[in-house]
């Protein structure tokens, strides 16, 4: 019987791509422990199964499922059929803030929750197939489309049953595969900011909502996520003001305030850093293009 083979995270576990769109349509790899990444994770079950291990709970997926979870906590495909095939994407925050999803959904999913819905159909596999070959056309209009279709399709389970399995409302224990001591303390620091991202928050509030002192705060989680607490803070404000930008009624001055920042300087400055360009550009060309910024699929299917 040959040897199983394994995907290996990075040694903190997270992906350094948060703002590229990746969509993926692959027989994964099981892998040897948990990992991370600031987006949102689509997962579509073409064949066989998939069992995770999340943050506070398990969840087995069966063909025909479509799931939606926040990367940014720990997640780990630790057990899957030898036949499966699964398809889906990880959205940058952008596109998740431009979803029509319930409020209470969004809320949940960013806390840790597991949305799952078995309300899929025959079409859903061609269209997953499609979306993956689009994104990595090259093609920037197709790329916007696989996009504006994937969200459309995801906004779709609002009207079918789905369930939601247990997030931080739950006893949340650490991941196995993560530092035991440290990983619980990530999942609060997380849950904290994405509650709070859009208040004016800092190192020492995010710390005291964790029960622990500011700096071991800032070391915990750059040694986790590889990532320090301002550019996760500063990568969910800019998420959500790039979906404010994409509305037609947007204005700079309000949508920078509404997004967290305390000025105009300071948002400008940090649109620039990630975006590479203002927001008063990225509006324009939001209008002005039929393909969407900041979408680029990765060259490989990530091994979720």
């Known amino acids: 019987m040959a040897q199983r083979a394994y995907y290996e995270p990075l040694a903190n576990g997270v992906e350094r791509l948060p703002t590229e769109l990746q969509m993926f349509h692959a027989s994964p790899l099981v892998m040897r422990g948990a990992h991370w990444h600031a987006q949102v994770e689509v997962n579509y079950i073409v064949r066989g199964w998939a069992h995770y291990r999340m943050s506070g709970h398990q969840v087995r997926f069966n063909a ?26 990880h959205l940058p925050l952008v596109h ?13 999913l960013m806390q840790g929750a597991t949305l799952i819905t078995q309300s899929t159909d025959a079409a859903d596999p061609y269209n997953f197939a499609r979306w993956n070959d689009y994104a990595r056309s090259g093609d920037p209009m197709k790329a916007g489309m696989a996009v504006d279709e994937l969200l459309l399709r995801i906004e779709r389970v609002r009207f079918e049953p789905y369930t939601l399995l247990p997030g931080p409302e739950a006893v949340v224990s650490a991941v196995d595969g993560l530092d035991h001591h440290s990983s619980p303390i990530v999942v609060r620091i997380c849950d904290f900011i994405a509650d709070n991202f859009r208040e004016e928050i800092d190192s020492s509030d995010i710390a005291q909502a964790a029960d622990i002192h500011p700096k071991y705060a800032m070391n915990v989680f750059k040694k ?32 920078a305030m509404d997004s967290g920042f305390g000025s105009l300087s300071a948002f400008n ?11 008063t550009d990225f509006r324009r060309d939001v209008r002005c293009r039929p393909s969407l910024p900041m979408v680029r699929a990765h060259a490989t299917a990530p091994m979720n």
């Open 64 to 89: 025909g499922d479509m799931a939606l979870f926040w990367g940014g906590l720990p997640h780990w495909l630790d057990d899957a059929s030898d036949d499966l095939v699964y398809a889906g994407g």
């Open 96 to 108: 998740f803030f431009r979803l029509r999803l319930p409020q209470n959904v969004q809320s949940r």
């Open 224 to 255: 986790s996520t590889g990532m320090t607490l301002n550019d996760y803070v500063n990568l969910m404000r800019l998420s959500y003001a790039q979906a404010l930008l994409m509305q037609d009624d947007a204005n700079v001055l309000q949508v």
């Open 269 to 279: 400055k940090s649109f620039r850093k990630i975006a590479g360009m203002s927001p």
